[in-house]
């Protein structure tokens, strides 16, 4: 395979657009990569040439955006901007176009202090548990980003199919569990904040307080003012 390094490129007014001929491997970096007024298709995919572009931005183009010939690979695409309704798949192949954004997220409590030790799991539209999940959360209330695939397109399926929307679930010690429904259709870059029982709700402070069970009634002590 390949080792590459292009970024930040800028592709225009030629006859075709990005076109990755070959394989590239793990250390390849392809990223931040314009194709715009090109007169043929935007990306090119042939035989078995598997590459991954973060940040591709395919515009203006004279035919389709996507172009797949005897593919028998995967092109995935992070953070990405085409047009998913034009994808060409010419000839017959086992190969596709991945579509994925990346997940930023941190988990906090009310006091916005991040939380150690949380699970968090992530499901696709189906149920199905994404691989690696559950993470836990380290010290800075993160799990690392994270790069979900959302779309698939491929010769049996050049529509599409879809994983959104995944569902977030998240709980850890002390903490009422947290969940939410996620439609990923860009980069996401946000915060979960998590809450437990004793925290304030509004203008209701929460105190601290000791209850004696060895009386009838129970005594119940706060301390704190109103």
Known sequence: NATNTLEDIVLTNMARGFFPSVAQGASTTF????????????????????????????????????????????????NSTFNTANLQFNGSGSGGVERAFTVDLTIVDTLGAPISGASVTLKDKNGNTLAGYPKTT??????????????????????????NSHSLTVTATGKIDYSQTLNIQAPQVFSVVMSSNCDPQGTDKAYPMRVATTTDPPIITVWGTS
């Not at 591709?56 to 690979?73: C, H, P, R, T």
């Open 31 to 78: 990223n931040t990569i314009k194709s715009r007024k090109i007169t043929e298709g935007g990306l090119y995919s042939t035989s078995s040439a598997k590459f991954t572009v973060t940040a591709l931005d395919i515009s203006e183009v004279g035919q389709q955006d996507i172009k797949l010939f005897n593919y028998n690979a995967t092109s995935t695409l992070i």
């Open 138 to 163: 380290g010290a800075d209330g993160k799990i690392g980003i994270q790069t979900i695939t959302t779309d698939y397109y491929n010769y049996n399926n050049p529509s599409g199919i879809t994983f």
